[in-house]
């Protein structure tokens, strides 16, 4: 049964739906059967703020443990505390979240949900729909969000004339990541096409330098494709793709160019091909064991961390053929309805996180740009400023990432991402069978595909 604490705030107790009762069914399967794993990976919460006696805490879940999240994390539970509210860390590794959605999924049906948590991407809307998302107009209204925010931010964070989440920063996808001290070494620069990409990869590889650092884990290799999409095609085939799951586009001649290429780059990467998390990947970066990566820029948090400097340690480019676009994701913390007792203390929380001082300090140490249109500039680096540079062209250069939860649901993603995963490590399977196999996804999970049928 439903616990009644899961209320809309406005609406009073949930009427729940025939769809919803059945949604929630299956999810109850999924989470029931996931249990267990989830919760044997999940760190021993922490408090990370807070001297004394509080007088309200917070629980928030979320996937932040590398060395840079774990600072930005400080941020925000430092700020928090200076408001006398504790920030309880719930903090379930893995990279991209993959731990912490299950575990947060089995805490909510458990009635246990935190009060907040980092929710990133479409799954608001079923969320919110669900009544289990604490509404936070009282305090997007009056702080002027929908004026202050990037549109694509504001529509992603608001539902049914509500809004949801409070919006943390921008990611971007679409970075090349380079050693600035090899680069200048050997005197190269940033490639800005793939035939130049192939000539400094050789004489990086002549040089003895692993050109391009990579895991083999699915995420990141998927992270990687849908960059290469990005650069084939650009944002409205992207979008065609991952964000309408249109079947016929699966066997576009794009999408097996954009497949033969994340092929073709096996042979500029560390072999053999390990499977490790993405700081080590970004590790291999920042001493100079391999001279180039691409990953999210939550990877140049992490240099910074490590307290490496940008233009002079690392610089960024962006994947080659993609510079004018912009691979987003957007990291938001959403919070449970309960009881409303924690109300005031999540609606501070929102209101921080939307406050000029704290995004410029979390997106700097984050490696994001803050949500606002017009952020403080000043406080930006080379890479931040060509992040929001791009991002700030508008949705026609932006595309939401797939991986990152900003284009399809999590059934989709993780089926993409698995079959993508299977081409890469088996190169045994040709370009006509997986763009077979995602046009079968596509078909059966969208509603083009089932309009098809
Ligand atoms: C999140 C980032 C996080 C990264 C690595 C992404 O999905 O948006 O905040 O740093 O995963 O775990």
Redesign the pocket.
């Given at each position: 049964m439903i616990d009644k604490r899961y209320a809309n705030k406005r609406g009073g107790a949930k009427t729940w739906s025939a769809g919803s009762r059945k949604w929630l069914a299956s999810w109850a399967i999924g989470c029931l059967l996931q249990y267990s794993a989830g919760m044997a990976d999940a760190a021993v919460a922490t408090p990370v703020a807070g001297v004394g006696q509080p007088a309200a805490s917070l629980q928030v879940v979320h996937?932040?443990t590398?060395a840079?999240?774990r600072k930005s994390v400080d941020v925000l539970a430092g700020r928090l505390a200076e408001e006398n509210i504790q920030w309880r860390d719930l903090a379930i590794p893995?990279?991209?979240?993959l731990g912490a959605s299950k575990v947060l999924k089995s805490m909510v049906l458990a009635g246990k949900a935190p009060e907040a948590t980092?929710l990133?991407g479409i799954v608001f809307g079923e969320w919110a729909d669900l009544g289990l998302l604490l509404e936070l107009d009282d305090v997007a209204t009056p702080g002027g969000w929908q004026k202050l925010l990037f549109p694509t931010v504001w529509s992603l964070v608001h539902n049914r004339g509500h809004v949801v989440a409070a919006p943390l920063g921008i990611?971007r996808i679409n970075n090349l990541f380079y050693n600035k001290k090899i680069f200048d070494r050997l005197g190269l620069a940033a490639p800005r096409t793939w035939p130049e990409f192939e000539r400094v990869a050789e004489k990086l590889k002549q040089a003895g330098v692993t050109p391009l650092a990579q895991s083999s884990e699915a995420w990141q290799v998927a992270t990687l494709f849908e960059t290469l999409v990005l650069a084939e095609s650009g944002p409205v085939y992207y979008r065609s793709l991952f964000v309408d799951l249109n079947p016929a586009a699966f066997g576009d001649p794009r999408m097996t160019h954009a497949l033969k290429r994340l092929r073709s780059l096996k042979q500029w990467m560390p072999q053999p091909l390990r499977e490790r998390p993405?700081p080590e990947a970004t590790r291999q970066l920042a001493d100079g064991d391999a001279a180039m990566f691409v990953m999210?820029d939550?990877a140049k948090?992490e240099l910074l961390a490590w307290g490496l400097n940008t233009d002079q340690d690392f610089s960024c480019a962006a994947v080659p053929g993609t510079a004018d676009y912009h691979l987003y994701?957007?990291?938001t913390l959403a919070m449970f309805a309960g009881d409303y007792s924690h109300q005031p203390a999540q609606e501070k929380l929102a209101q921080l996180i939307m406050s000029q001082p704290v995004q410029s300090a979390y997106n700097q140490v984050?490696g994001?740009i803050p949500v606002w249109r017009a952020p403080d500039l000043s406080k930006m680096d080379s890479c931040a400023r060509a992040s929001w540079s791009a991002f700030s062209k508008g949705s026609a250069f932006q595309a939401p990432?797939l991986?990152?939860?900003m284009a399809a649901d999590e059934t989709a993603k993780d089926a993409i991402v698995a079959e993508v995963h299977h081409y890469f490590v088996d190169d045994k399977m040709s370009e006509s069978d997986i763009q077979r196999k995602l046009a079968s996804i596509a078909r059966s999970v969208s509603k083009t595909g089932k309009q098809e049928q």
């Amino acid at each position: 049964m439903i616990d009644k604490r899961y209320a809309n705030k406005r609406g009073g107790a949930k009427t729940w739906s025939a769809g919803s009762r059945k949604w929630l069914a299956s999810w109850a399967i999924g989470c029931l059967l996931q249990y267990s794993a989830g919760m044997a990976d999940a760190a021993v919460a922490t408090p990370v703020a807070g001297v004394g006696q509080p007088a309200a805490s917070l629980q928030v879940v979320h996937w932040w443990t590398s060395a840079g999240e774990r600072k930005s994390v400080d941020v925000l539970a430092g700020r928090l505390a200076e408001e006398n509210i504790q920030w309880r860390d719930l903090a379930i590794p893995g990279g991209a979240g993959l731990g912490a959605s299950k575990v947060l999924k089995s805490m909510v049906l458990a009635g246990k949900a935190p009060e907040a948590t980092q929710l990133n991407g479409i799954v608001f809307g079923e969320w919110a729909d669900l009544g289990l998302l604490l509404e936070l107009d009282d305090v997007a209204t009056p702080g002027g969000w929908q004026k202050l925010l990037f549109p694509t931010v504001w529509s992603l964070v608001h539902n049914r004339g509500h809004v949801v989440a409070a919006p943390l920063g921008i990611h971007r996808i679409n970075n090349l990541f380079y050693n600035k001290k090899i680069f200048d070494r050997l005197g190269l620069a940033a490639p800005r096409t793939w035939p130049e990409f192939e000539r400094v990869a050789e004489k990086l590889k002549q040089a003895g330098v692993t050109p391009l650092a990579q895991s083999s884990e699915a995420w990141q290799v998927a992270t990687l494709f849908e960059t290469l999409v990005l650069a084939e095609s650009g944002p409205v085939y992207y979008r065609s793709l991952f964000v309408d799951l249109n079947p016929a586009a699966f066997g576009d001649p794009r999408m097996t160019h954009a497949l033969k290429r994340l092929r073709s780059l096996k042979q500029w990467m560390p072999q053999p091909l390990r499977e490790r998390p993405w700081p080590e990947a970004t590790r291999q970066l920042a001493d100079g064991d391999a001279a180039m990566f691409v990953m999210g820029d939550w990877a140049k948090g992490e240099l910074l961390a490590w307290g490496l400097n940008t233009d002079q340690d690392f610089s960024c480019a962006a994947v080659p053929g993609t510079a004018d676009y912009h691979l987003y994701s957007v990291d938001t913390l959403a919070m449970f309805a309960g009881d409303y007792s924690h109300q005031p203390a999540q609606e501070k929380l929102a209101q921080l996180i939307m406050s000029q001082p704290v995004q410029s300090a979390y997106n700097q140490v984050k490696g994001a740009i803050p949500v606002w249109r017009a952020p403080d500039l000043s406080k930006m680096d080379s890479c931040a400023r060509a992040s929001w540079s791009a991002f700030s062209k508008g949705s026609a250069f932006q595309a939401p990432s797939l991986v990152h939860r900003m284009a399809a649901d999590e059934t989709a993603k993780d089926a993409i991402v698995a079959e993508v995963h299977h081409y890469f490590v088996d190169d045994k399977m040709s370009e006509s069978d997986i763009q077979r196999k995602l046009a079968s996804i596509a078909r059966s999970v969208s509603k083009t595909g089932k309009q098809e049928q």
